[in-house]
């Protein structure tokens, strides 16, 4: 089983439209979680971290269950500038070991 | 967060043939991380690169096919050895930031081997 599963998409929405991902994850003891976002041909960068009081930023939303193991991003009002991947990533119980999900594809249309 | 200047951006090499990536981060850092993303893939960890030590290499990743130098806190430099078109892929390197900011990364080699 991967550390790490996402559905891969595509992801084709409307701007304006709210779109949501999810991702879960099989270690219990993960201790950090994140959501990067990856333009094409362009290096993982880091979109928000996800603390397990949930967390907003602008019109993203991060929410983390650990009981269910699993974390999402709501993006709300959706912009063609959010057209990417967004990777799902957690942080061993170690502290040093990332994982990192295969990604999800989303492109909003105009 | 750092600043890492990856380099070569990309490179075309004929097989057989070895490419050394490098990364120069703008601050001293412990940790140097290596990770390969090959296409439609995920990202999928190397090796870690510490600074005056032997580089940790996760399994399926060897040293001889991998060799990583680590000379100072700043810098690091991946090898890839003896290609073969199944090593066309991304090469990302990254450092670790704060707890709650996860990896920064480099901006990637492209790599192509024909």
């Known amino acids: 089983r991967k550390e790490v599963e996402q559905d891969p998409g595509p992801f084709n929405v409307p701007e304006g439209a709210t779109v949501a991902f999810n991702c879960t994850y099989s270690n219990s003891a993960s201790q950090s979680f994140f959501w990067y976002r990856q333009d094409c041909r362009k290096e993982p960068k880091l979109l928000m971290s996800v603390y397990s009081s949930g967390n907003e930023d602008g019109r993203f939303t991060a929410q983390l269950n650990r009981a269910s193991q699993y974390i999402s991003l709501l993006i709300r009002d959706s912009k063609l500038s959010d057209s990417a991947t967004y990777l799902c990533?957690?942080?061993?119980?170690?502290?040093?070991?990332?994982?990192f999900g295969t990604g999800t594809s989303l492109t909003v249309i105009p | 967060s750092a600043v890492i200047s990856q380099k070569p951006s990309r490179d075309i090499c004929q097989r057989g043939t070895s490419l050394t990536i490098q990364c120069q981060v703008d601050s001293q850092v412990t940790m140097m991380f290596w990770y390969r993303q090959q296409p439609g893939q995920s990202l999928t960890l190397i090796a870690t690169a510490n600074q005056g030590s032997e580089a940790t290499y996760e399994s399926g990743f060897v040293i001889d096919k991998f060799p990583i130098s680590r000379p100072n806190l700043t810098f690091s430099t991946l090898t890839v050895s003896n290609m073969s078109p199944e090593d066309s892929s991304i090469y990302l390197c990254?450092?670790?930031?704060?707890?709650?900011?996860?990896?920064?990364f480099g901006s990637g080699t492209r790599l192509t081997v024909v």
């Open positions: 990254s450092v670790e930031g704060a707890e709650d900011y996860g990896y920064t």
């Open positions: 990533v957690t942080r061993s119980n170690t502290g040093n070991q990332f994982y």
